[in-house]
C-alpha cells in the first residue's frame, strides 16, 4: 500500500511539472497573448489546493512578487509607430489597415501618455486578487498572527503593488499589522545582479550574444507587416527602419492586454511572425535571467542572497508567534533568477539549442505579469521545529522542488532549509 501510495505522489509530480515542462506553436496561437513573453497578463485559474496532512495548519507564508501588468517602460514605444503614421498619412503612404492602425494607436497613446513604467488599474486589481485568494486559502495565517513585513524595490510600479496587495489584506482583516518598507538595504536581495551575472546577462558581452544576433536577423521579416501598412515603398526606405519599426509594434501589442483600451493590434500579425518575435524574445531572456548552461549558473546566482533572506525570515517567523508574512515585491529580473536557483518545475531547464529554447523553457509561463512565488509554512500543536512543513506555490499552483520528499507537495522545512542553504554556500 505504501509503495503504491508513493507511486501516486510521484505521478502527481510529474504531472504539475509536466504541465510547465515545454510548449507547442499550437498552444501559443491557441492564446496568442502568449506571445506577448514577459508581458502576458496573470492568467487567473483555478488550482488544486491540497489539505496538509491531518493535525496541521498553515502559521507563516514566505512570498516574492513581481509588479502586476504596467504600460511599457518608455513612451517613445508608442509615440514614435504614431508619429511614422502619422508622417505617412501626410505622405498619403498608408494602406486601409495603416489607416486603422494610426486610429487605434491615437487612443493607444492617449491612454499610455504620462505613464511610462507606471502599474495598470489591471496591475493593481492583479495583486489584490492574488492577495485575497492568499487569505482565503490559509486564512489561519492572518487570524492567528497580525505582523507583517512588506517590502519593494524603489520603482514606483513595485511599491503600488504592494500597496495594493496589502490593502486588500487589511480590507479582509483590519487588525493586521502591516509594516510596510521601500529602502535601498533590501535591494540587495530583492533584485540582485552581481558582475559575473552582468557580463554574461549583456548582449554586448555576453557569450550568447552573437549566435543570438544571427538568429534574430534570420527570425525577424518585417518585408509582408511594411506592405500591408505602408502603401509607398519609397516611403519605407526613406523613413522607416523596419526592423526597429516591427519590434516597437511588437512591444505596443504585447502590452495592450495589460491596458484598459478596447483596442488590440495582434490581427495585424501573422501567427508565425508573433511567434518568431517571441522565440527571439524568449532566448534573450532565458540568457539574461534563467539558466543558460552558457552562464555556468551566474545568473540563477543573482537570487543567492533572496534565498538567504527567505530563509532567515522564515527561522525569524518560527520563533516569533505574531509574524504571519513575509511579503517582497520587485521585478521579472527577480523571480525568474529565483525560479531557476530554487529549481522550481522546469524553471533551471537547459536548453541544448537555440532553436529548442521554447520547448525547455517559456518566458511567459515563468514571470507573466504580477508572478509570485509562495512558501506556505504548516506546523502541529505542541510539535518541534522538526515536524513543521512547507508546500510550494508558483503563480498560485502548487509546485515541485528537488528537494527529498515522500508527501509532495508537501515537504519537511528542515529538509528544505538545509537544501537550499548548501545551494547558496
Not at 22 to 50: C, D, R, W
Request: hydrophobic share 35%; aromatic share 12%.
Amino acid at each position: 500500500m505504501k509503495k503504491r501510495f508513493l507511486l501516486t505522489l510521484s505521478s502527481i509530480a510529474l504531472v504539475c511539472v509536466s504541465a510547465f515542462a515545454q510548449t507547442t506553436k499550437e498552444e501559443m496561437f491557441a492564446t496568442i497573448e502568449k506571445t506577448g513573453s514577459v508581458h502576458y497578463a496573470y492568467p487567473v485559474t483555478e488550482s488544486l489546493n491540497t489539505k496538509a496532512p491531518k493535525g496541521y495548519t498553515p502559521f507563516y507564508i514566505s512570498h516574492y512578487g513581481r509588479h502586476g501588468s504596467r504600460f511599457l517602460i518608455s513612451y517613445d514605444n508608442y509615440d514614435g509607430v504614431y508619429q511614422t503614421l502619422l508622417k505617412a498619412e501626410k505622405e498619403d503612404a498608408l494602406t486601409e489597415l495603416g489607416k486603422d492602425v494610426l486610429n487605434r494607436m491615437h487612443d493607444i497613446c492617449a491612454e499610455a501618455k504620462g505613464t511610462s513604467g507606471e502599474l495598470t488599474p489591471l496591475g493593481r486589481l492583479q495583486h489584490r486578487g492574488i492577495a485575497e485568494r492568499m487569505y482565503r486559502a490559509f486564512p489561519e495565517v492572518f487570524q492567528n498572527r497580525d505582523s507583517i513585513s512588506a517590502r519593494s524595490t524603489l520603482v514606483h510600479r513595485c511599491a503600488m503593488s504592494m500597496a495594493a496587495f496589502c490593502d486588500r489584506l487589511k480590507e479582509m482583516n483590519p487588525q493586521l499589522n502591516i509594516y510596510y518598507q521601500m529602502d535601498k538595504r533590501y535591494v540587495s536581495y530583492l533584485i540582485n545582479h552581481t558582475p559575473e551575472a552582468q557580463q554574461f546577462s549583456s548582449m554586448r558581452t555576453g557569450s550568447w550574444a552573437e549566435e543570438y544576433r544571427k538568429f534574430k536577423e534570420e527570425h525577424i521579416r518585417p518585408d509582408r507587416l511594411m506592405s500591408a501598412l505602408f502603401s509607398k515603398s519609397d516611403f519605407v526606405r526613406k523613413r522607416v527602419n523596419p526592423r526597429s519599426f516591427i519590434w516597437d509594434l511588437y512591444w505596443i501589442t504585447s502590452d495592450l492586454q495589460n491596458m484598459e483600451t478596447k483596442y488590440s493590434l495582434f490581427d495585424i500579425f501573422e501567427k508565425e511572425e508573433l511567434f518568431d518575435l517571441w522565440q527571439c524574445l524568449n532566448y534573450q531572456l532565458y540568457s539574461a535571467t534563467a539558466n543558460n548552461p552558457l552562464g555556468k549558473g551566474v545568473v540563477p546566482g543573482n537570487a543567492k542572497n533572496l534565498v538567504r533572506n527567505i530563509i532567515e525570515s522564515a527561522d525569524e517567523a518560527i520563533g516569533d508567534s505574531n509574524i504571519a508574512a513575509t511579503l517582497r515585491f520587485g521585478h521579472d529580473s527577480g523571480i525568474t533568477p529565483l525560479a531557476a536557483l530554487m529549481e522550481i518545475n522546469n524553471f533551471a531547464a537547459e536548453s541544448p539549442s537555440i532553436e529548442d529554447t521554447y520547448k525547455y523553457w517559456c518566458d511567459w509561463q515563468v514571470s507573466p505579469m504580477a508572478a509570485n512565488l509562495q512558501i506556505i509554512f504548516f506546523n502541529k500543536k505542541n510539535g518541534t521545529k522538526d515536524d513543521i512543513l512547507v508546500k510550494v506555490l508558483y503563480n498560485e499552483r502548487e509546485a515541485k522542488v528537488p528537494v527529498k520528499t515522500d508527501m509532495f507537495p508537501f515537504y519537511k522545512w528542515t529538509d528544505f532549509r538545509e537544501f537550499y542553504l548548501n545551494k547558496i554556500k
